[in-house]
């Protein structure tokens, strides 16, 4: 029913930018937060950033002043900027929405395939 696609993963060395996008595409009806959470080997499953559909931002404490979060309602994409990467932030990130499909009351949780991220000291 909805579909998320990421893209712009990357090995970069500390210090670096990388830039990552998702989309959604599918009966989509209308879509609340959009977000980025991230998993490193052994670990749980973190939030990045999340962003709301008027745009309101909440962004884990390891990331703080070094992501950016943004959004494009109208194409049903979200963006995160990496800035000032850290060995630390090497993980699989995933994109996630919570989307109203067409023809179905209330949304559900929609998650992409996971992009890589890897940050070399």
């Known amino acids: 029913q909805v579909q998320l696609v990421e893209s712009g993963g990357g090995l970069v060395q500390a210090g670096g930018s990388l830039r990552l996008s998702c989309a959604a595409s599918?009966?989509?009806?209308?879509?609340?937060?959009m977000g980025w959470y991230r998993q490193a080997p052994g670990k749980q499953r973190e939030l990045v950033a999340a962003?709301?559909?008027?745009?309101?931002?909440n962004y884990g404490d390891s990331v703080k002043g070094r992501f950016t979060i943004s959004r494009d309602n109208a194409k049903n994409t979200v963006i995160l900027q990496m800035n000032s990467l850290k060995p630390e932030d090497t993980a699989v990130y995933y994109c996630?929405?919570?989307?109203?499909?067409?023809?179905?009351?209330?949304?559900?949780?929609?998650w992409g395939q996971g992009t890589q991220v890897t940050v070399s000291s």
């Open positions: 599918g009966s989509i009806f209308s879509i609340n937060a």
């Open positions: 996630k929405s919570h989307t109203i499909v067409v023809g179905v009351v209330g949304g559900s949780d929609y």
């Open positions: 962003i709301t559909s008027g745009g309101s931002t």
